[in-house]
């Protein structure tokens, strides 16, 4: 009788431990602990993954393609990652369980960042200069769209490959006229080493004809099959990380710097308001939502991709984006 109720005790035990067992849902980033990561660290210090039973660590990226090979080869079940780089290795790589699961950047934030001193005011006049770009980074990806776009003659400018340590510290000592980067990370890269506001000229690709998408949360499709409501979860805290942010900037970015001590709060805070104004909460979120996409403008930026980009394969939109794990739209408007 004894032993009977020892081993009814114990398979309880495990029973109970196995209903309050975490899933493990590690998080590549596409990029640093800087202000537009803050909700996600905001999502784990107010305890929104934990609510979902997840157990969320998130890692540093090293650019806005970094994180999909991460994802498609189950490294990590969730990542971040630009989406046109992911249409493109879905096309390179069939079949790969990878998908965007909530559009981050409804506008995308690359940027063709220069200096007015050294001559860089518009895109014409990135003809005759230098330019910097890191090769894995994310806005020279989509660069040969905005070149087509402005009709830029390629051979009248200089294309330095940079690291993204010496990107801004380059185009600071005039070594480069201009970089390619996000909106929100270089210009604020360039001020914080000293170089004048009103001398930095930021070129938006989106408002010289590049009408596509930016950054996007990816998932494991494996991952995703044996765990929906783990990653249904993760999207749902993701989006309450985001609410917050958005109605108090400062205080998210409080919390990303508990895991990024070197960080300049003031400095951050305006980097996460940057990138809420400029790539997060457009007029489309605002009425529709965070996280979701337009089909009819999904469908024109697969066709602009068209013009610097051979598929091997027809584009198919549903196999780069699903809805499937998104709160309903009300659960996700930002104010």
């Known amino acids: 009788m004894f032993y009977k109720s020892i081993t009814t005790l114990a398979a ?24 537009p990561a803050a909700p996600y660290f905001t999502a784990i210090e107010k305890g ?40 493109k290795f879905l096309d390179q790589n069939p079949g790969a369980p990878v998908i965007g699961m909530m559009m981050v950047y409804d506008a995308p934030a690359f940027a063709v960042v220069g200096r007015k001193s ?17 090769p894995p980074d994310g806005a020279w990806a989509q660069f040969p769209i905005f070149a087509a776009e402005n009709d830029l003659d390629m ?3 200089t294309v ?9 510290p ?4 005039g070594k480069v006229d201009a970089v390619t980067g996000f909106n929100f990370s270089s210009f604020l890269n360039l001020v914080r080493l000293g170089v004048p506001e009103d001398d930095i000229s930021t070129i938006m690709m989106s408002d010289y004809g590049v009408n596509l998408y930016g950054n996007v949360l990816i998932v494991n499709t494996d991952f995703a099959a044996e765990n929906p409501e783990a990653v249904k979860g993760f999207v749902s805290a993701v989006t309450m990380g985001w609410k917050d942010a958005m109605a108090d900037p400062k205080a998210a970015v409080e919390y990303m710097i508990k895991y990024n001590p070197a960080s300049d709060l003031d400095l951050e805070t305006r980097r996460l308001e940057l990138a809420l104004e400029g790539n997060v909460y457009t007029d489309y979120v605002a009425a529709n939502g965070m996280g979701g996409i337009d089909a009819e403008r999904f469908a024109g930026s697969l066709e602009q991709l068209k013009m ?13 984006f699903t809805e499937d794990y998104l709160p309903a739209s009300d659960a996700r408007m930002l104010k």
């Not at 610097?308 to 780069?320: C, I, T």
């Open 12 to 35: 309880f035990a495990l029973t109970a431990t196995a209903a309050y067992a975490e899933t493990a849902m590690p998080f590549a980033l596409d990029w640093k602990f800087e202000g």
């Open 48 to 87: 929104y993954f934990a609510d979902q039973d997840l157990a969320v660590e998130i890692s540093a990226g090293q650019g806005s393609l970094d994180a999909i090979p991460k994802v498609a080869t189950g490294a990590f079940p969730v990542g971040m990652a630009d989406i046109n780089s992911l249409v």
């Open 118 to 134: 050294l001559g860089i005011e518009a895109p014409k006049d990135l003809e005759g200069h230098v330019l910097g770009a890191p």
């Open 155 to 157: 051979d009248k400018i």
């Open 160 to 168: 330095e490959p940079v690291g993204f340590p010496t990107r801004e």
């Open 170 to 173: 380059m185009l600071a000592e």
């Open 308 to 320: 610097v980009y051979e598929f091997n394969a027809e584009p198919d939109a549903s196999l780069y």
